[in-house]
């Protein structure tokens, strides 16, 4: 990334010009998107999580890499992310803890959901540091969720982001609904990503302007099974799959400056950059 926000070149086809409008499209937020060495360089596993794309920085003394979003659409909210630590777990992977709060616009109240990546020479891929326990802004439930298994990555290596390239991630998340310590519901989540470089793109948000943005096009294919102790008979599970096509923009040096979502039951959703600080590289 040049001083004038500019990113540095890189192989380029295609090109999208992108201006704000009012409408824009949203997310689930929860899913967000490591850079190989050159050869016979070595360096720390952590900082295969400084992905040009995705900086997941920390310092010491100054803090973490942190990104303000504010969404629009039909489910209006603002998005807090923050790196709280990278740590090496193996000789080639690091592990990256975040902590992100979204709050609802709506009524204020904020939900803190621990998020982790795990970063190598393949790219960042999701992580499960522990079961993550959230309880809900409403009653006494609490949702623990856990990373049951994983293939492929969410981001790949900087060196593949070229026009063209595509990838493909699979994993399942269990989620428990808990009331104390009676199980309401269980839900298997299946989710699939189909991705792909579709372009470039200059973009206008609150954060600013960024140039030549990496326009990636998302298509996920959710599988839910569930059981309701509640509300359905003892054995009975219900399959549904929900489709949701993304479109993010990632600025180098920065990260995600807007997102594009639109479900088959939903009205266009935004997430548009507000606010960031992204430490020094430590390399």
């Known amino acids: 990334m040049t001083s004038d926000g500019r990113a540095s070149p890189h192989p380029r086809q295609r090109r999208i010009v992108m201006r704000k409008k009012s409408t824009r499209r949203l997310l689930p937020i929860l899913l967000l998107v490591g850079?190989?060495?050159?050869?016979?360089?070595?360096?720390?596993?952590?900082?295969?999580?400084?992905?040009?794309?995705?900086?997941?920085?920390?310092?010491?003394?100054?803090?973490?890499?942190?990104?303000?979003?504010?969404?629009t659409g039909s489910e209006a909210a603002s998005l807090e992310r923050e790196t709280e630590s990278v740590v090496p777990v193996a000789r080639d992977t690091a592990l990256a803890l975040l902590a992100t709060t979204?709050?609802?616009?709506?009524?204020?109240?904020?939900?803190?959901?621990?998020?982790?990546?795990?970063?190598?020479?393949?790219?960042?891929?999701?992580?499960?540091?522990?079961?993550?326990?959230?309880?809900?802004?409403?009653?006494?439930?609490?949702?623990?969720?856990?990373?049951?298994?994983?293939?492929?990555?969410l981001l790949p290596p900087f060196e593949e982001m070229v026009?063209?390239?595509?990838?493909?991630?699979?994993?399942?998340?269990?989620?428990?609904?808990?009331?104390?310590?009676?199980?309401?519901?269980?839900?298997?989540?299946?989710?699939?990503?189909?991705?792909?470089?579709?372009?470039?793109?200059?973009?206008?948000?609150?954060?600013?302007?960024?140039?030549d943005t990496w326009v990636v096009d998302q298509?996920?294919?959710?599988?839910?099974?569930?059981?309701?102790?509640?509300?359905?008979?003892?054995?009975?599970?219900?399959?549904?799959?929900v489709p949701l096509d993304r479109t993010l923009y990632l600025a180098e040096g920065v990260g995600l400056v807007h997102l594009d979502s639109q479900g088959p039951r939903q009205g266009g959703e935004s997430l548009d950059l507000v606010d960031y600080f992204i430490p020094q590289p430590t390399r």
Request: glycine share 8%.
């Open 219 to 241: 298509r996920f294919a959710f599988s839910i099974q569930g059981r309701s102790r509640a509300a359905l008979r003892p054995g009975l599970v219900r399959e549904l799959a």
């Open 35 to 71: 850079a190989a060495p050159a050869s016979g360089q070595v360096i720390s596993p952590t900082q295969f999580c400084d992905h040009p794309l995705l900086p997941l920085r920390i310092d010491a003394m100054i803090g973490g890499s942190a990104w303000s979003y504010a969404a």
């Open 163 to 211: 026009l063209g390239h595509s990838w493909q991630a699979d994993y399942v998340v269990e989620v428990t609904i808990l009331r104390g310590e009676d199980e309401k519901a269980r839900i298997e989540l299946g989710v699939t990503m189909d991705a792909m470089v579709a372009g470039f793109a200059d973009v206008d948000v609150p954060a600013g302007q960024f140039i």
């Open 102 to 153: 979204v709050a609802s616009e709506s009524d204020g109240d904020a939900l803190a959901v621990p998020t982790a990546y795990l970063c190598s020479a393949d790219g960042i891929r999701p992580a499960s540091a522990d079961q993550v326990s959230i309880p809900l802004p409403f009653g006494d439930l609490v949702i623990d969720i856990v990373l049951k298994s994983q293939e492929g990555v």
